[in-house]
């Protein structure tokens, strides 16, 4: 109850950027659904890390249509931006965005797939928008991705893919982030 509560709080922010992943995307599909609020009410400031299942959630369609029509997905449903994780993650700006633009992530590999992985994503994302002073979500949320990608591909040089841990990618980060 405390932490639907809070999450209610954190979706009224608007001057400061704001990351919602895993649990607070499942309360706001909740909220969503029973209408006490819908994803046209985040503002540009929001940043959504959903994977293809929990945007199913959030548009209320099913995971084949949400991968058949990324770009859409991405693009259109919201102000707001969101970074659809997949194989190939898709980061787009909120529909209000003017010259809206979007990211296709290349960097990576399955060494991803692992417990705490979407985590470490969000934190990094969040740390890279924490210091942006333009205020461009969409940016932060693309260069986070891309290093979130690089720590893998970097890791996987020299280790098995099936080995990476969540702590591993944090480790990494000094060896791809840029300077």
Known sequence: MKAKILVKRILKVTDKTVVIDADGINMLAEFIKEGECSIDSLGTNFILTPHIKEMSRLANKTTDEIKNDMSYFVAAQAYCTVVLKDARTVVGEGRDVEERKMYINMSG??????????????????????????????????LGVYIHGLTAERYTETKSRYSMTASDIIDMLPQVMPE
Do not use: H, M
Not at 110 to 122: E, F, I, K, M, R
């Open 109 to 142: 590999n399955n060494a991803l797939a692992t417990g705490g992985s979407g985590d470490v994503l969000s934190g990094i994302i969040a740390g890279i928008a924490a210091q942006d002073r333009e205020k461009k979500p969409s940016l932060a949320a693309a």
